[in-house]
C-alpha cells in the first residue's frame, strides 16, 4: 500500500489493454476503459481509510463524486464468477467492504483488491471492442494487472471558462432532454463544507451542462455576481468527500447533490485539483 502513500490523485492504466485506462463512464455508474488519457474520468481521487480487518486500504473517488464499488450482481463479460464494478454513493460511515481496496505488487505491476477478495479485472484482451471492467477471483491473468499513475496536484484553481476535460464516446449523439433532466437538491456550505440538513432546497434541472447549472443555481441563489466566486460540489452520499464540479453533470435521471462553496473559506482552501496535463513516472516503479 506504499504505492498510495502520500498521493492525491490516480490513474489505473491496463497492463494488457496497453493505452486504456479505468475511466468513471458517463453515466455516472458504470466504469469502463478508456484511451483518453487526458480526461477527469479517468482520474481518481485516493481516500485513505481502514480495511474489514484493520488494515490500510483507500476508497478511490471518480469525477462525478461517487466511489468505485465491486457489487454483488453478475458481470454480464469476463470470469463466470465475476461481478460487476461500478460508482456508487457512499451512504454510511463505514464503507462496505466493496469500495475499500489494496494494491498488491505482482511483478512489474499492481493487483488492484477489495475488501470482498476479489480483483480489478479489464476485459477485452481478444474481443478489443469490450470496454468492460469487473471484479474476479484472481486466475492469474495478466487482465488484472495495472500501473497505478501519480496525477500531481494543479497548483492554480480552474477557472470556470476552462474546458471540461471530460470522457466523450464519439458514436454516442448527443443526449436528449428526457436522459438529463433531473431534480439537483443544493445548500451552501458553511465554512468546513458542512451543510445543515434542513438548508437544502430543490430545483428542477434540463440539461447537464455544467456552465448551465453554475447559472442557474447563481440565480436560485440570488448571487448572480459572484458565480466566479464560488466553487460547486456534488456530495454522493452523506457521508461521501466533497468533490469539485470539473465536468457535465453524468446522462441520467438521478438526483445530485450540490454544495455551494464560498472562495476564501477552509473547505475551499483545502480542496486540492488533479493536474491533467503534467506527466510523472508511474508509482509502480518507485515502489
Known amino acids: 500500500m506504499d504505492v498510495f502513500n502520500g498521493v492525491r490523485f490516480v490513474r489505473l492504466r491496463c497492463c494488457t489493454r496497453r493505452g486504456k485506462y479505468l475511466a468513471a463512464d458517463v453515466d455516472g455508474r458504470d466504469v469502463c476503459l478508456s484511451g483518453q488519457r487526458g480526461v477527469h474520468n479517468a482520474v481518481w481521487a485516493v481516500q485513505h481509510a481502514a480495511g474489514p480487518d484493520g488494515g490500510p486500504c483507500v476508497l478511490l473517488?471518480?469525477?462525478?463524486?461517487?466511489?468505485?464499488?465491486?457489487?454483488d450482481l453478475q458481470a454480464g463479460t469476463g470470469p463466470s464468477h465475476g461481478v460487476a464494478a461500478a460508482q456508487a454513493d457512499l451512504r454510511c460511515a463505514t464503507p462496505p467492504p466493496g469500495m475499500l481496496w489494496q494494491a498488491i505488487r505482482r511483478r512489474s505491476a499492481f493487483v488492484i483488491r477489495c475488501g470482498t477478495g476479489r480483483y480489478l479485472r479489464a476485459n477485452g484482451?481478444?474481443?478489443?471492442w469490450r470496454?468492460?471492467?469487473?471484479?474476479?477471483?484472481?486466475?492469474?491473468?495478466?487482465?488484472?494487472?495495472?500501473?497505478?499513475?501519480?496525477?500531481?496536484?494543479?497548483m492554480t484553481r480552474p477557472c470556470i471558462l476552462d474546458p471540461?476535460?471530460?470522457?466523450?464516446?464519439?458514436?454516442?449523439?448527443?443526449?436528449?432532454?428526457?436522459?438529463?433532466?433531473?431534480q439537483i437538491r443544493y445548500a451552501r456550505g458553511d465554512a468546513n463544507g458542512n451543510v445543515d440538513d434542513e438548508a437544502w432546497k430543490t430545483m428542477r434541472l434540463h440539461t447537464n451542462n455544467l456552465m448551465q447549472l453554475r447559472l442557474t443555481l447563481a440565480c436560485c441563489m440570488g448571487v448572480s455576481?459572484?458565480?466566479?466566486?464560488?466553487?460547486l460540489c456534488v456530495r454522493a452520499g452523506r457521508y461521501a468527500e466533497l468533490t469539485p464540479l470539473l465536468v457535465d453533470l453524468p446522462i441520467g435521471n438521478d438526483r445530485i447533490d450540490v454544495v455551494i462553496l464560498r472562495h476564501g473559506t477552509q473547505a475551499?482552501?483545502?480542496?486540492?485539483?488533479?493536474?491533467?496535463?503534467?506527466?510523472v513516472e508511474d508509482t509502480s516503479k518507485n515502489s
Not at 61 to 71: E, H, I, N, Q, S
Not at 147 to 153: A, G, M, R, S, Y
Not at 225 to 231: A, E, G, I, P
Open 268 to 279: 475551499d482552501d483545502d480542496l486540492r485539483y488533479p493536474d491533467l496535463k503534467f506527466t
Open 131 to 154: 470496454r468492460a471492467v469487473t471484479v474476479a477471483g484472481d486466475n492469474g491473468s495478466t487482465m488484472m494487472h495495472w500501473v497505478i499513475e501519480n496525477v500531481p496536484i494543479r
Open 61 to 71: 473517488r471518480g469525477a462525478y463524486g461517487r466511489y468505485l464499488l465491486a457489487t
Open 164 to 182: 471540461t476535460f471530460q470522457l466523450i464516446h464519439q458514436r454516442r449523439a448527443p443526449p436528449t432532454e428526457s436522459l438529463v433532466a433531473r
Open 125 to 128: 484482451k481478444y474481443l478489443r
Open 225 to 231: 455576481r459572484d458565480v466566479t466566486r464560488t466553487t
